[in-house]
């Protein structure tokens, strides 16, 4: 299985179907640390998710990017300094931002700013 961010052709349905995807395994993931019987008193361990899943704060940009605009991605890239850059190289944004949207000036430009 190639990772979403290998994919070369992202249509806007299949988008909405990932970030939907993506979307219930942000929400219901932390369900797996609950180990205590008392809902309120598992907030500490649901926030330490990250720390036991080190890919989650990637997979949760991934969530952004599926449903963000060109600008919305660049302005989180912040020229390799913001935190789609902290979870993505500059080949795999560039790759997402081709597989998302069409070739035009808009994402020619945006892919410039990607570096």
């Not at 991934?62 to 979870?87: C, F, K, M, N, Y």
């Not at 080949?91 to 990607?114: C, D, H, M, P, W």
Request: aromatic share 8%.
């Amino acid at each position: 299985a190639l990772p979403i961010s290998a994919l070369e052709d992202i249509s806007a349905e299949d988008g909405n179907k990932l970030y939907t995807l993506c979307n219930i395994i942000i929400e219901e993931g932390p369900q797996v640390f609950t180990p205590l019987p008392e809902e309120n008193q598992n907030k500490k361990y649901q926030e330490e998710v990250p720390v036991f899943v080190p890919k989650w704060m990637k997979f949760k940009e991934l969530l952004i990017v599926l449903q963000a605009s060109l600008q919305e991605i660049v302005d989180r890239w912040t020229d390799g300094h913001g935190p789609l850059a902290v979870e993505f190289s500059t080949v795999e944004v560039k790759s997402l931002i081709r597989a998302l949207f069409q070739n035009t000036g808009r994402r020619a430009a945006a892919l410039a700013k990607i570096r």
